[in-house]
């Protein structure tokens, strides 16, 4: 199982899964920690094919960002829980005993999930974008050096660099 993990971590994989891996952290590196949604969220990151290693660093990223984004969060969370059509909704969520876990009746958590949610897709595309063009061959860069190869132990063969396709559509022939 840890040899399956540090495959995961330290894998190039192809532009999807590594703009899938940012978009994850993003959205989980936004959130107050204090709640069950972004556990759930990193659940759910986990369980997927996203690239472990990119969504690791944006967590750890936007996690330092976030507190400087809590008053654009705040007022986000203010317009979103009291937006009237929804307010017989989150009247009824507080009668659910786990949903208090949630905290989604606090304007930050709220408007951190309600921010996450609208640039999700913006930085899935743009990392998407970011990959096909430079990623993977700088990723290979990276995966070369001596510092990642002492952790991860030495490849067979170094990875080939300057190759900047995607390793997943190269046929050998």
């Known amino acids: 199982m840890l040899e399956r ?3 995961r971590i330290s894998a190039i994989n192809s532009p999807h ?3 899938l891996g940012i978009a994850f952290g993003v959205v989980i590196g936004l959130m107050p920690k204090d709640s069950v949604i972004p556990w759930a969220i990193g659940l759910v ?3 997927s094919r996203a690239n472990l290693l990119c969504g690791i660093v944006a967590v750890i990223g936007m996690s330092i960002v976030s507190p400087s984004l809590d008053a654009i969060s705040d007022k986000l969370g203010m317009a979103v829980l009291s937006t009237e059509f929804l307010q017989s ?3 009824s969520w507080t009668e659910i005993p786990w949903v208090g876990w949630t905290r989604f009746n606090n304007t ?3 408007g951190s999930l309600a921010l996450g949610v609208l640039i999700c897709v913006p930085i899935y595309c743009a990392g998407q974008i970011f990959f096909r063009l430079w990623g993977i061959a700088m990723i290979e860069r990276v995966m070369n050096t001596k510092l990642i190869r002492a952790i991860f132990g030495e490849a067979e063969e170094p990875l080939p660099e300057g190759d900047n396709r995607d390793p997943s559509l190269i046929t050998e022939t």
Do not use: P
Request: aromatic share 14%.
């Open 45 to 47: 990151f986990l369980l």
């Open 108 to 110: 930050v958590v709220t």
């Open 89 to 91: 909704t989150f009247a």
């Open 5 to 7: 993990s540090q495959n």
């Open 17 to 19: 899964e590594l703009a």
